[in-house]
């Protein structure tokens, strides 16, 4: 996933960024909607069947500074935004501050690389001493470890950017900051046409994970803004914790934040970054998002080659121990079928058995038939091979019909296999493993 900026827009990049990816992202918090308007219509116009998705700004306040500020250390700053300008060493908010821990001693500033020792605060404005030497470029990220978020406001933000942008030709909302799963239901309710990825970046969102990725179609890790709200001592854990609740629920995993900003400025990675990157590969991770390293830069191409290059050679061997599947028996029968060395066919409506599938992580790839347009969206966000099938017909399940959609769909369905394994739930009372039916070739085409 490429994130777009000035330089990655222009025709002569962007027709190479499409040779290796797909899915490209807009950070609603940057620029103004009149050229991400544009800028999503071009991408419409310039790339074939683009997966295009829009980050919404969250209720994590950012500077207002528009000019670069130079910091040093041991300097005192005031940040709040209750005034409009920033003078006397005072650094205006985009958003109000949260609820801060009383027993809070630091915050930090562009996703918690610049830190300052918490002087004093109240509900307004806090108080801070810098402990480096730094230049706070435009609208960085400011965050408050362990601190919590008002609700209703967040729901108020995300609401109001929607409204200003549901006819932007986009396919998926990313939703920054999010913390419980209230918000999720709602919007899922509002605009159905959407596929939501929620990025897990805070602490309330950590600890409300297992909630929040049940009712996402999609999880972002941001490692920069829940290192700064966790602590960098919980990284590792927190992270290795999600994935293992969301790839649980056969939902696509997301990484993001420093993948590759070394690249910014050399011409290799670092070897802690390609560890990262390997480390991302361990858990599941399905889709590596690049954001400075495409959005801000000429290199865009170079760094996206590079890392298409790696992940190609990179087997996905998905090491991580599935705490709730340890517990219980599969869906599966693996005695009767080897789904390590078949393909499978699914028919999924709202995506709850393509979930159960993926879930299992015990096939090669899936041949997905659906009649929902955004399921098939999310399946590209997946690194598994899914084949899809877009069909009008509505009751997909019923025996008959899905017959008659793998036979108009033969050539492709068994394309490179002489059978396959259909999963169907024609009767719901069943469990999953009694829908199992093996699909010749020679069955299909005479």
Same mark, same amino acid.
């Given at each position: 996933?490429?994130?777009?900026?000035?330089?990655?827009?222009?025709?002569?990049?962007?027709?190479?960024?499409?040779?290796?990816?797909?899915?490209?992202?807009?950070?609603?918090?940057?620029?103004?909607?009149?050229?991400?308007?544009?800028?999503?219509?071009?991408?419409?116009?310039?790339?074939?069947?683009?997966?295009?998705?829009?980050?919404?700004?969250?209720?994590?306040?950012?500077?207002?500074?528009?000019?670069?500020?130079?910091?040093?250390?041991?300097?005192?700053?005031?940040?709040?935004?209750?005034?409009?300008?920033?003078?006397?060493?005072?650094?205006?908010?985009?958003?109000?501050?949260?609820?801060?821990?009383?027993?809070?001693?630091?915050?930090?500033?562009?996703?918690?690389?610049?830190?300052?020792?918490?002087?004093?605060?109240?509900?307004?404005?806090?108080?801070?001493?810098?402990?480096?030497?730094?230049?706070?470029?435009?609208?960085?990220?400011?965050?408050?470890?362990?601190?919590?978020?008002?609700?209703?406001?967040?729901?108020?933000?995300?609401?109001?950017?929607?409204?200003?942008?549901?006819?932007?030709? +986009? =396919?998926? $909302?990313?939703? #920054?900051?999010?913390?419980? !799963?209230? *918000?999720? @239901?709602?919007?899922? %309710?509002?605009?159905?046409?959407?596929?939501?990825?929620?990025?897990?970046?805070?602490?309330?969102?950590?600890?409300?994970?297992?909630?929040?990725?049940?009712?996402?179609?999609?999880?972002?890790?941001?490692?920069?803004?829940?290192?700064?709200?966790?602590? +960098? =001592?919980? $990284?590792?854990? #927190?992270?290795?914790?999600? !994935?293992? *609740?969301? @790839?649980?629920?056969? %939902?696509?995993?997301?990484?993001?934040?420093?993948?590759?900003?070394?690249?910014?400025?050399?011409?290799?990675?670092?070897?802690?970054?390609?560890?990262?990157?390997?480390?991302?590969?361990?858990?599941?991770?399905?889709?590596?998002?690049?954001?400075?390293?495409?959005?801000?830069?000429?290199? #865009?191409?170079?760094?996206?080659?590079?890392?298409? @290059?790696?992940?190609?050679?990179?087997?996905?061997?998905?090491?991580?121990?599935?705490?709730?599947?340890?517990?219980?028996?599969?869906?599966?029968?693996?005695?009767?079928?080897?789904?390590?060395?078949?393909?499978?066919?699914?028919?999924?409506?709202?995506?709850?058995?393509?979930?159960?599938?993926?879930?299992?992580?015990?096939?090669?790839?899936?041949?997905?038939?659906?009649?929902?347009?955004?399921?098939?969206?999310?399946?590209?966000?997946?690194?598994?091979?899914?084949?899809?099938?877009?069909?009008?017909?509505?009751?997909?399940?019923?025996?008959?019909?899905?017959?008659?959609?793998?036979?108009?769909?033969?050539?492709?369905?068994?394309?490179?296999?002489?059978?396959?394994?259909?999963?169907?739930?024609?009767?719901?009372?069943?469990?999953?493993?009694?829908?199992?039916?093996?699909?010749?070739?020679?069955?299909?085409?005479?």
């Amino acid at each position: 996933m490429v994130t777009l900026g000035p330089e990655s827009i222009k025709e002569k990049n962007l027709k190479k960024l499409s040779k290796k990816t797909k899915i490209f992202r807009f950070n609603g918090s940057h620029g103004d909607l009149n050229w991400h308007k544009n800028s999503i219509n071009f991408v419409r116009k310039s790339v074939v069947d683009p997966l295009i998705v829009m980050d919404i700004p969250g209720i994590k306040p950012r500077t207002n500074n528009t000019e670069k500020i130079l910091i040093k250390k041991n300097e005192t700053f005031h940040f709040g935004n209750k005034k409009t300008s920033i003078q006397n060493r005072y650094i205006n908010l985009s958003n109000p501050l949260p609820a801060i821990c009383k027993k809070q001693k630091q915050f930090s500033v562009a996703d918690g690389n610049y830190s300052f020792k918490l002087l004093k605060f109240n509900s307004n404005e806090l108080t801070g001493k810098s402990l480096s030497d730094f230049t706070l470029l435009p609208k960085k990220g400011f965050n408050i470890p362990l601190s919590k978020y008002n609700e209703d406001l967040q729901e108020k933000i995300y609401l109001n950017f929607i409204n200003k942008i549901k006819d932007f030709n +986009i =396919d998926g $909302l990313g939703l #920054s900051f999010i913390q419980s !799963s209230k *918000v999720i @239901k709602k919007i899922k %309710k509002k605009y159905p046409n959407f596929f939501l990825i929620s990025k897990i970046e805070n602490y309330e969102g950590y600890l409300n994970r297992d909630e929040i990725i049940k009712y996402s179609d999609a999880i972002m890790i941001d490692r920069g803004d829940l290192c700064a709200e966790i602590g +960098i =001592d919980k $990284l590792f854990e #927190s992270i290795e914790e999600i !994935s293992i *609740v969301t @790839k649980s629920n056969g %939902k696509p995993l997301i990484m993001a934040t420093e993948n590759l900003e070394t690249m910014l400025y050399k011409d290799n990675p670092s070897k802690s970054e390609i560890m990262s990157l390997g480390h991302a590969n361990k858990i599941g991770t399905d889709c590596i998002m690049l954001s400075d390293e495409t959005a801000l830069t000429k290199k #865009s191409f170079k760094i996206t080659n590079w890392l298409y @290059k790696f992940l190609k050679n990179l087997s996905q061997d998905i090491s991580f121990k599935n705490l709730k599947s340890e517990t219980k028996k599969s869906d599966f029968c693996e005695d009767n079928y080897s789904l390590k060395n078949s393909s499978v066919l699914v028919a999924s409506c709202t995506g709850k058995t393509l979930n159960k599938l993926i879930s299992e992580q015990k096939f090669n790839d899936i041949i997905l038939i659906t009649n929902n347009k955004k399921l098939i969206n999310i399946s590209k966000l997946f690194s598994l091979k899914i084949k899809t099938i877009k069909t009008k017909i509505k009751n997909i399940h019923c025996e008959t019909n899905l017959f008659k959609i793998i036979k108009r769909n033969a050539l492709y369905v068994f394309k490179t296999k002489k059978e396959i394994i259909a999963v169907s739930l024609t009767n719901k009372k069943k469990q999953i493993r009694d829908n199992f039916v093996t699909l010749k070739k020679s069955n299909f085409i005479k």
